[in-house]
DNA sequence: AAAATAGTGTCTTTCAGACAGTATACA
DNA sequence: TGTATACTGTCTGAAAGACACTATTTT
């Protein structure tokens, strides 16, 4: 072990700007909770390769760009949205996943709130679709299942993978709510990303005794406006 | 396929070959149990910049080479390994984390066991560290604390904080074990990892019961070869 | 026999699921 | 007053921590 191999001396005087480099782009998964499923924003494709099939809105990484700056950049430019929870997903690097170049492409989680999600409406180039199944299909509000780009139903697949994992154990839940919620509002979304019903009582203890990151859950003493029932208290993270 | 022109890329307005693109490259956590510690095995740099520190062992990506298939090559090239557990981590691509030019790096993590770990020996150019504290140190196994070089320190930090967010749901233990091993070891490898020492007939229960992707541990009926007192059984994953 | 670790039985606490009940708002 | 939903009390069962105990092997 830890000889010094020919390989090391090779590398230690290789020169990259003498080869070819792959293309970095970030690829964003824009995700939330939109009539109650959890579902992705998907940009529709105008132009060959696979023109009609819907992808994730993406961009080539500048020279002097961060990976996270490049998110954000797409994220403003090319979905409209000032601001999301963003955070690094998996780095997609197979040979041939783009057929016109070598591409390897970061993967971003950015989680919106319904409000984000809503105005992207059915028809247009940019639309929610509810992302379900196993193998993950991509169904649209009009029940019109979405045929996706290159290797975008593995990012998906990758992406709902995390969430699941995630929201037990973080506040990522909160990433798609408002800042004050119902706790029905929040076990809805617990419900969504899960896929699965949860019980009531024993959500709200968890919630309500859960410390997370040092913040905790606490009723605001306000109840939401528009219910035609009883109203629920509004709750927020502190 | 369509001919490649500019209005074919992800972005209609940008033609990234006119661009520079960043170098990608890997770099590998190489994680294992030494004397009962977690520990990650370092590269002293012999060649400047920051000659005399310690760095994880990497390589450039080629252009026609897979990340995953980068990362196979590296563990067995620079590390002198023929095989290991491998996942990739996280993505590094801050535009100054390397003074000669804009490199992302897709860090992977490899666990190993600890006969793989051991050989590499304190004074050698290779060598395992021990990794802990916050914020992290790696010390050698002679009590030196080895100055770590560029970004690594947080990569090392981000590999130390996945393994001890997956190491109660998923079987990544076991990677660190050979094929047959004691219950005494595997629960010296969570402690290793979570820095914290477990109640044993509690952690026993909890392994013994445990479903993880449709293995479980059984007893071969074999013991434990070099023990001075009474021998413990050995398990595998089955 | 002594020493040391392997392995187990059991008590207690904690927490989630289930279910039924009370509270409060709107029609 | 009816109805729908918010919110809570309590029972039960599963699982972890703690601790003490028995078992088995080497020296």
Known sequence: MANITPEDAFLNDYDPAAFDRPSVAVDLVLLGIHAGRLSALLVERDQPP?????????????????????????????AGLADAHLEQLYTFGAIDRDPRMRVVSVAY?????????????TGARITPAAIDGDPLVATR?????????????????????????????SDIAFAFLPPAFTLRALQEVHEAVLGTRLNKPAFRRRMLDRVVGGRRLVATGMREAD??????ELFRLA
């Not at 696979?50 to 090319?78: M, N, T, Y």
């Not at 984000?116 to 409406?121: E, K, L, T, Y």
């Not at 219910?227 to 629920?232: E, F, G, I, N, V």
């Open 50 to 78: 696979q023109a009609g099939r819907w992808a994730l809105p993406g961009g080539f990484v500048g020279i002097e760009e961060s990976l996270d700056a490049a998110a954000i950049r797409v994220l403003r430019d090319k």
């Open 109 to 121: 989680l950015a989680l919106l709130t319904e409000d984000a999600v809503a105005p992207a409406s």
């Open 141 to 169: 509000a009009d029940g019109e299942d979405l045929p996706l780009a290159f290797d975008h139903a593995a990012i998906l697949t990758r992406a709902r993978d995390r969430l699941r994992g995630k929201i037990d154990y």
């Open 227 to 232: 219910a035609s029932h009883r109203p629920a």
